[in-house]
Each structure stands twice: as C-alpha cells, then as structure tokens.
C-alpha cells in the first residue's frame, strides 16, 4: 500500500518562501511517477510539479520560475521549494504517485494521494 505524508504548510506572506515535504512508502509497482498537485477553494486540482521520464522537472505554468521540485531517492522524499508565493498560490497541497506516464496536466492518471497540507498565502 502506497503511502505519501507530507509536512511544511503554514501561513506565509505574500512574497514569502515555503518548502513541502512528503515522505513516500509503498511504491511497489516499477516505473511510478511522484509529483505535487494543488487544490485552491473552489477550484479543481492540478498539477504543480512532477519528473518527467528523463528525470527532468516539469511544471504547471503558473509554478515556472518560482518552484523547485527535489528529490532524494535514497529517503524516499519528495520537496517543493517555493518561492515568491502570491495569494492565489493559497491551497491545499498534495504528494501523489501514479504509473511512470502520468501526466500532471491529467489529474485522472495519478492514483495515490496524500492527505495533503495546507499552504495559507496573506498579504
């Protein structure tokens, strides 16, 4: 069984920097795909950040430029570093895995989820 925790969300400024945390477990199935997706009130998920199969980030647009995904392989941890956040960066966000083809523009494909931790962005 797949687990994913993740930690680090809180309240920030606007203009503020936060890193997310999530341990993964459980990944029993070979190639998977781990990424970060959001989901603001009243709105629908999406994909914030993922690896793409070079191992190269790949991120929603509204995350270029301002986020950074890592990973240690070893721990088993995925993060996101952002920075400069804005209001509309206010979100729960979520650690997920999905087969190796999953795509963060198809929310549909990612079958793992986290509980999820909440970012709160105020001016």
């Known amino acids: 069984q797949v687990t994913l925790m993740e930690s680090g969300g809180g309240s920030v400024q606007t203009g503020g920097s936060m890193t997310l945390s999530c341990v993964v477990s459980?990944?029993?199935?070979?190639?998977?795909?781990v990424a970060w997706f959001r989901q603001a009130p009243g709105k629908e998920r999406e994909g914030v950040a993922t690896?793409?199969?070079?191992?190269?980030?790949v991120y929603g647009d509204f995350a270029k430029g301002r986020f950074t995904i890592s990973r240690d392989n070893a721990k088993n941890t995925l993060d996101l570093q952002m920075n400069s956040l804005e209001l509309e960066d206010t979100a729960m966000y979520y650690c997920v895995a999905g087969p190796s083809w999953a795509s963060i523009f198809r929310v549909a494909e990612w079958n793992s989820w986290g509980q999820g931790t909440q970012v709160t962005v105020s001016s």
């Open positions: 459980g990944l029993s199935y070979t190639p998977h795909c």
């Open positions: 690896f793409d199969s070079g191992n190269n980030p």
